[in-house]
């Protein structure tokens, strides 16, 4: 499956290939360093895990979440830094 492409505020999920039989759920979303705090991290943390446990029945113990936060420097938008686009008000 492809990754989606998501801009700053987005969520992108990208699926990572696990065998069949021993199937841990991992889960890395990548965040603009912008000031998420630790509850809203949390909050994510628990939501994605909760939501794994719903909708595919993964045991929440084995559930692995990762918050990646990116400076906007580092994370490009319609081929240019997000930083820039800001300045510009984008």
């Known amino acids: 499956m492809p990754a989606e492409v998501a801009g700053p505020g987005q969520l992108a999920c990208v699926p990572v290939a696990v065998t069949r039989r021993r199937s841990v759920p991992y889960v890395n979303i990548k965040i603009t360093d912008e000031g998420a705090t630790a509850e809203q991290k949390a909050r994510l943390i628990a939501g994605v ?9 993964k ?16 994370w490009g938008l319609g081929g240019e830094p997000v930083t820039s686009r800001r300045r510009r008000g984008l």
């Open 49 to 57: 895990t909760a939501l794994l446990a719903e909708v595919l029945g």
């Open 59 to 74: 045991n929440p113990a084995t559930t692995m979440v990762v918050i990646d936060e990116v400076p906007t420097d580092n």
